[in-house]
């Protein structure tokens, strides 16, 4: 099994790598949801080989509007690198992306390790700060579809990231109102409620599943909470934003 998990995991890495969309994994050979999260390691073990650094960790299908969009209604988590972030104001190079989406997020930098299974009040004191994010996704699956298994083994569809501006945790982020605009104009209007209710309880799932797998975050690790909507398919030449009422923007150019 363990070749497999690695063929499956380099099949995945060279779409990636080539920007080349590829069949779905359960397709050829069906597998399980702890043997996806197995490929998902083992693909990001490859990335770690190439250099890259793993900085925290994102949640999938924390809102309605993303289970919907997708056809997928379970809680998913996948790694986050260095080498994935754009910085606030910079340019994303589509040719270097299959078919690219992006979401509107809220981003969590944790203070102090997460060993154990938070509460909702635990987890608003283990933040060191609180951003507005966006989020780049890019299946590695032909037409953006896959299965549960197949999106956790392709690491949740992860591509790129831009941070906002840190704010201190101090305000209550359970409705905040979120705009995502392509130029200036609005294209996905939602409320940070849409993340489980409450994106705090983002990082309560998180702690949940770390203690699960018997894993520790460092403290000063990125969370992204999970998209507040539906994403948006990019084309180049487009300024994306994301304004977050309370925290702020950040942004990015297409090229
Ligand atoms: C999977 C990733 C979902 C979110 O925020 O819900 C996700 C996908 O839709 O391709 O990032």
Redesign the pocket.
């Known amino acids: 099994m363990s070749t497999l998990i690695q063929e499956m995991a380099t099949q995945l890495d060279i779409a990636t790598r080539c920007h080349e969309a590829t069949p779905q994994l359960s397709t050829q050979q069906p597998f399980d949801l702890a043997t996806a999260y197995r490929i998902q390691q083992a693909g990001i073990s490859l990335r770690q080989q190439r250099g890259e650094r793993v900085v925290g960790l994102?949640l999938?299908?924390?809102?309605r509007a993303?289970m919907i969009q997708?056809g997928v209604d379970a809680l998913i988590w996948g790694e986050l690198t260095d080498a994935m972030q754009i910085a606030d104001g910079g340019r994303l190079d589509l040719s270097k992306l299959i078919h690219p989406r992006v979401?509107p997020e809220i981003a969590f930098i944790t203070a102090c390790d997460i060993d154990r299974p938070l509460s909702l009040a635990e987890a608003g004191l283990a933040l060191a700060g609180v951003a507005p994010a966006l989020?780049i996704?890019d299946?590695r699956y032909r037409d953006f579809r896959f299965s549960l298994q197949d999106?956790v083994a392709d690491n949740?569809?992860s591509a790129r990231y831009v941070l906002g501006p840190l704010c201190a945790p101090d305000s209550a982020l359970d409705n905040l109102g979120v705009v995502l605009r392509f130029d200036g104009r609005p294209v996905q209007i939602g409320s940070s409620a849409a993340i489980l209710g409450q994106p705090l309880r983002a990082l309560v799932e998180i702690s949940r599943l770390l203690h699960q797998e018997q894993r520790v975050l460092p403290a000063g690790s990125l969370i992204l909470a999970?998209?507040a909507t539906a994403?948006e398919a990019l084309r180049p030449g487009l300024h994306v934003s994301v304004e977050v009422a309370g925290l702020g923007c950040c942004a990015f150019n297409t090229g």
Do not use: L, N
């Not at 999938?60 to 809102?63: E, L």
């Open positions: 994102k999938g299908f924390t809102s993303k997708m979401e989020e996704i299946s999106v949740c569809s999970g998209a994403a």
